[in-house]
């Protein structure tokens, strides 16, 4: 499968610091598949959202993304690609209703005006923003906000959207929803991959592909049940565990074998009730 | 915050709601000028202001801006008002009108009729301005400022950057408001009294609202200017406009009034017309 | 009974468009020395009752006795030691960090303990003693608070309020943004200063923390108290109705009760008890 973003040997130091942000940082993802990326405050995985969005330039090391090198004289191109979501409800939110605020990106990218209007409310209703449309952004809730960044987004027809933890901020209510959409999205269109920057392990489970960051060194990658199974790792550097693998785990210590097939609350659920 | 948020926009579907706001701007500023405009008498002067006043309130009751709200923010001038009075009744003047003596100082009628003047023409600006901002959204204004300054840009002036800015601007304030009354009562737990105390610790008080603030909307701004540019915004990029303005014929025709009004106005101040002496051969102040 | 809401409501812009009754006849008893959450829905009402607290916000209408310290509707009742009053009650809102703006992270700190009424020397030093008590020894003591993590200020923030030794202190949402690091952390700090004998009153979204730290909870549902019990109890049934989720132990527990095994849910408050429990079931069933 063709990736959709390779980096190669990255390493990065914030300009007047002496530590790496990054080091020696090598991943890909491929096509179509929803990617979390994991770790503490300061771990880099920020930094590494900052990088492949362009809006740090790297010095050592390789990032390809859509098969190209990415440079300054691509960036414009490749950024047409991709759409990012960041932490800040509020600071992403350019338009002074949520109607302009998906209008923004259409204009930068000088769609006609006629368009405008039936492309607002398809994606509008994608996020189940549709009855919001003329809201000004103080009277939205965090969650509403980024949902409307995310229509935003898919507005542009990407086919990488990054999430740069872009549930932090928002209420359990709010990440469900936003996390919701984003499964939906993938349902509806298996070709869009999704870079998940984040600190929610829960999130992170339900991913294809898991990429653990520790002070800006790659610690652990692969399958969300894979990596997490590595649970002395995650501890050594204060993650914690989903919950499926600590119950998991806890039951094993109390002499209850659990099947090594059971990657779900629902699986396990089963097992336990046969 | 009640008194920052006077002029703010008041959704309705009124006729003056659904007018081209760069009709509703060039109106506001003509009647503006004819305010300003130098009249041969305080009484021609007031009955033009008297005129304009009638019509702004015609105005605010079609674009349904309630009056409580215009009385609530002209009473927000009353510091102005005692200011003006003090500057012309009480400042001696010499003419030939005397209006009260008081222990011998003179208080003369012209410096009253100066002052009336003057506080009528401040209630007037916001009267009109408010008709404006409450029936215009405040992208529509940028829009119609942008519109105006357009022929700036042929000698390099960046208007649709300037009109971002303010737009910005615009969407940000009731946030950023939000920040100051968060911060305000952050400190406050923390004993600061921003009510009462002596004048250092009322600087004390401000700076540890102000500097919060600074840092705060240093890292909006960073942000925002972040999200922008990875949504594509390019300053010197050609954009469309999602927003069109459509200027119509109730726009020709309030286009014309205003511009009717301000003819007549212009012509008795430029010939120092005075109409009462000139029609009924009566002698005013 | 240190904090007693008798009859409390409260409307923010009363007779205004904006309108809004935010809290409905709140009567509440909150405990002295308890761990006591606060939990509802975005817009419940939650950060609006806890500002009573402080007498940050006045009821529209009833009496809110905090210690003796009296927050009412009507003016005459209030008590006069506003400081007083902040000094017995430390509010640490949501985002603190956004509240330093000192030249040095002990300055910021003894800034609370010097605005109720301290000393300079006595301030800094128990500045000193709330930065130890977070965590961020000597090293950090003369350092500017903007050159630090967003963790780090958050610890400032804190040791900011702690300074002043509140007799109750109301945390909003403390591990709002932190990695789960950083967030136990905190909570365990919370702990440590309840069980030395501080009231510790947390609002919060994540029923996960309510669920691992707290004696008691207060479910708030459009402006009005829902439900007041222990975690064991309140999380022993679906929260969907408060639109709140149960914490991960308990929907799990829930989810097997479903299925017909059922569990004594009173005693669960980790993932380690839920195994035991599920063992104990599976060995004897």
Known sequence: MKNILEVKNLSYTYQGENAEALHDLSFSVPAGSYVAIVGHNGSGKSTLAKIIAGLCSYKKGKVTLFGEELNKNNLPALRKRMGLVFQNPDNQFVGSSVRDDIAFGLENRQVPSEKMDDIILEYATKVSMEKYLDHAPENLSGGQKQRVAIAGVLAMKPELIIYDEATSMLDPIGKKDILDITFGLREENPDLSVISITHDIEEALRADYVIVLNKGKLVLEGKPSEVFAHADTLKEIHLDAPFLMSLIDSLKKEGVDVPSDVDSLEKLEEYLCQ | MASLTIGRYVPYNSFIHKMDPRAKLFALIILMVAIFLPYPTYVMSFTIQGIIFLFGVFLLWRSHVSFFRVLKSLAALWIMVIFILIIYVLVPRTTNYPAFDINGFVIYWDSILEAARILLRLVLMIVLSMVLTSSTKPLDLTAALEWYLYPLKLIGFPSHIVAMIIS??????????????????????????????????????????????????????????????????????????????????????????????????????????????AIWGITTL | ?????????????????????????????????????????????????????????????????????????????????????????????????????????????????????????????????????????????????????GGEKRKVAIAGILAMEPKILVVDEPTAGLDPAAAKDTMSLFKKINEEGTTVILVTH??????????????????????????????????????????????????????????????????????KAIAKRCKHG
């Open chain 2, 168 to 277: 910005l601007a615009l969407r940000f304030i009731p946030t950023i408001l939000d920040d100051v009354e968060r911060i305000m009562k952050a400190q406050s737990s923390r004993g600061v009294d921003f009510e009462n105390g002596h004048l250092g610790t009322k600087i004390k008080a401000i700076v540890s609202l102000i500097i919060p603030l600074f840092v705060s909307s240093f890292i909006r701004s960073d942000e925002l200017a972040n999200a922008m540019e990875c949504r594509g915004y390019d300053p010197n990029a050609k954009r469309t406009r999602y927003r069109k303005l459509h200027f119509r014929a109730v726009d020709f025709i309030e286009t014309f009034v205003v511009l009717a009004i301000f003819a007549g106005c212009l012509t008795l101040s430029i010939m120092q017309l005075d109409a009462f002496k």
């Open chain 3, 1 to 149: 009974m240190p904090v007693k809401f008798k009859k409390v409501f409260f409307t923010y812009s009363p007779k205004s468009p904006f309108e809004y009754e935010a809290l409905r006849d709140i009567n509440l008893d909150l405990e002295s020395g308890k761990f006591i959450a606060l939990v509802g829905k975005t817009g419940s009402g939650k950060s609006t009752l806890v500002q009573h607290i402080n007498s940050l916000i006045h009821p529209t209408s009833g009496i809110v006795d905090i210690d003796g310290f009296i927050n009412s509707g009507v003016k005459k009742e209030r008590t006069k030691d506003i400081k007083g009053l902040r000094k017995h009650v430390g509010l640490v809102f949501q985002f603190p960090e956004y509240q330093l703006f000192e030249e040095s992270v002990e300055k910021d700190v003894a800034f609370g303990p010097k605005n109720v009424g301290m000393k300079e020397a006595e301030a800094i030093d128990k500045a000193h003693w709330a930065l130890e008590k977070v965590g961020l020894g000597k090293s950090f003591f003369e350092r500017s608070p903007f050159e630090l993590s």
């Open chain 3, 206 to 275: 994540d029923m996960d923390l309510v669920a691992s730290y707290c004696d008691e909870v207060v479910v708030m549902e459009n402006g009005k108290v829902e439900a007041q019990c222990s975690p064991s109890k309140l999380f022993g049934r679906d929260l969907s109705e408060y639109s709140l989720q149960n914490p991960h132990i308990f929907d799990f527990a829930l989810r097997l009760k479903k299925r017909g095994i059922d569990l004594d849910m009173s005693s669960i408050r980790t993932t380690e008890d839920l195994a």
